[in-house]
């Protein structure tokens, strides 16, 4: 991709917002929650981008060990970083969201919030677990095999409003009668979309900017490097007053 | 393969916390709350003072605001109890919306410190049916 395609992308991403936004804000009040509700256009997609990011994360860390080839390390990296970005998004406009609605920010025994909690933390450890590793090879074997036992959180958060009584409501739109009016489902699938297109102007920079750092990092291995600091000799200050 | 000592240990541990998280003590946790059938088959459970979650929905017309907070019947459709609140409700708090108080019993009614809302996952226009109410107008 050339440079000018990567701005095109993120061009392309910020139109969506604004149109993606423009939608939320025409949306009527919702009956009972009120303006509130529109916070679920940034809320609803953030959280499925994040389901989406770990489940690349998941394809390229398997592909890597399949066929180690760089490019599926970087994508499995690159994806991990943006959905911790995603998941931290949801947690907060959650936050945001349930204080009005709610009448708490958080509560410290509910399923779904607990989960999602566990979730970004793991992939933070996920993360740290990446720069632990010097050895390129190592690291994006390890990165893969964690990659692909992180991603069991992604059904467990998701059914985790199922599977247990929660205060977080159960799933809307994915319910057979899907109990939201037209107006405001087709203002949350072009937020969807519009957050789609900003994962893919993430990765695309993401992944751009991991291949550059694995060049420079080859170059460093292969350079004779001055080691830092050697450039600068220590100053002579003679006999200094006072010292006995 | 010098990862495998790293793989097996991971691989044990994340099958151990989310086993405990699906199966063990948290699960208890996470019942959440009891609904007012739970509660009223399990007050032996609960002596006065003993604290827990209820929750279910305000029934229509039994809401009225006393000095201390306000008074309310949550019902899940089969029984219903009287809700004794203390403390101002979070502006959603109205007829038929779903509630979770916390407090414990205090002879036949609940006495409750803590009020959230637990709205469903419905998204209604406002001119759908009925007209919206602003809820600093309720």
Redesign the interface.
């Known amino acids: 991709m050339s440079e000018r395609s990567y701005r095109a992308l993120s061009l392309v991403a910020v139109v969506a917002v604004a149109v993606g936004f423009g939608f939320a804000m025409a949306a009527?009040?919702?009956?009972?929650?009120?303006e509130f509700?529109k916070i679920?256009f940034v809320h609803v997609p953030s959280a499925w981008l994040a389901f989406l990011a770990f489940g690349v994360t998941m394809i390229g860390g398997a592909v890597w060990l399949m066929k180690k080839t760089p490019i599926w390390d970087r994508v499995a990296a690159s994806s991990a970083e943006v959905g911790v970005f995603f998941t931290a998004l949801a947690l907060l406009t959650g936050m945001i969201w349930g204080y009005?609605?709610?009448?708490?920010f958080w509560?410290w025994?509910?399923?779904r919030m607990m989960?999602t909690a566990?979730m970004f933390f793991v992939y933070v450890g996920y993360l740290a677990l990446r720069r632990s590793i010097p050895d390129p090879e190592?690291r994006a074997?390890?990165s893969a095999?964690?990659g692909i036992?992180?991603f069991?959180?992604v059904p467990?958060v998701y059914l985790s409003v199922t599977l247990?009584?929660?205060?977080h409501?159960?799933?809307?739109v994915v319910?057979a009668d899907a109990?939201?009016?037209p107006?405001?489902l087709r203002a949350l699938m072009i937020n969807l979309g519009a957050f789609t297109i900003v994962y893919a102007a993430f990765m695309a920079w993401r992944v751009r900017l991991a291949r550059l750092e694995d060049e420079l990092e080859e170059t460093e291995a292969v350079a004779d490097f001055d080691i830092a600091g050697s450039g600068i000799t220590a100053p002579n200050l003679g006999e200094v007053p006072g010292d006995v | 393969m010098?990862?495998k000592w790293?793989?097996l240990p991971?691989?044990g541990i994340?099958v151990l916390?989310?086993g405990f998280?699906?199966f063990g003590g948290l699960g208890d946790?996470?019942?959440?709350?009891l609904t007012p059938s739970e509660a009223v088959d399990q007050q032996a459970d609960f002596p006065d003072g003993e604290r827990f979650r209820l929750?279910g929905l305000v029934t229509e017309g039994t809401v009225e605001t006393t000095v201390e907070g306000v008074t309310f019947v949550v019902t899940d459709g089969d029984r219903s109890i009287n809700v004794v609140h203390t403390g101002a409700?979070?502006?959603?708090f109205?007829e038929n919306?779903g509630v979770?108080v916390e407090g414990a019993w205090a002879g036949n009614h609940f006495e409750s410190d803590t009020?959230?809302?637990?709205?469903?996952?419905?998204?209604?226009?406002?001119?759908?049916e009925?007209a919206?109410i602003?809820?600093s107008e309720n």
């Not at chain 1, 009005?100 to 708490?104: A, I, L």
């Open positions: 009527p009040p919702e009956r009972i929650q009120g509700a679920m009005p609605v709610w009448g708490t509560d025994s509910d399923a989960s566990i190592t074997r390890r095999i964690l036992i992180a069991v959180q467990i247990f009584r929660t205060l409501q159960g799933a809307t319910r109990p939201i009016d107006v405001f | 010098r990862y790293f793989v991971a691989v994340i916390v989310l998280m699906l946790n996470l019942i959440y709350y929750g409700p979070p502006q959603l109205q919306i979770v009020l959230i809302i637990n709205h469903d996952e419905e998204y209604r226009a406002p001119d759908d009925g919206y602003p809820p």
